[in-house]
């Protein structure tokens, strides 16, 4: 059974930065592809950036720039580091994993979700 566990959420104010991580268990983590989503109040969840079993990576356009994903496979941990955030970017982050490996920005691709960790930023 395959687990998802994020952290790193909290309230942090405009300009300031947020290193999100999501530890994964039950499967051999280097094979999966990763992924962030964020949902926001209202709206629906959507694709924020996810690095492959060969560490490529993509992003959504808004984040370039100021946001980066990465992968520590020995530690069966991803993370994503968020600065300049902007009030904008408050929502519920979620990490995803897919067991096919590859890059993968839709939702509905991904195989397995994490809870869910809060990112609020202040103006």
């Known amino acids: 059974q395959v687990q998802l566990v994020e952290s790193g959420g909290g309230l942090v104010q405009a300009g300031g930065s947020l290193r999100l991580s999501c530890v994964v268990s039950?499967?051999?983590?280097?094979?999966?592809?990763m992924g962030w989503f964020r949902q926001a109040p209202g709206k629906g969840r959507e694709f924020i950036a996810t690095?492959?079993?060969?560490?490529?990576?993509y992003y959504q356009d808004s984040v370039k720039g100021r946001f980066t994903i990465s992968r520590d496979n020995a530690k069966n941990t991803v993370y994503l580091q968020m600065n300049n955030l902007k009030p904008e970017d408050t929502a519920v982050y979620y990490c995803?994993?897919?067991?096919?490996?590859?890059?993968?920005?839709?939702?509905?691709?991904?195989?397995?979700w994490g809870q869910g960790t809060q990112v609020t930023v202040s103006s």
């Open positions: 995803a994993a897919d067991e096919g490996g590859t890059i993968l920005t839709t939702r509905h691709q991904y195989d397995y």
């Open positions: 039950g499967r051999t983590f280097s094979s999966f592809a």
């Open positions: 690095i492959s079993r060969s560490f490529s990576t």
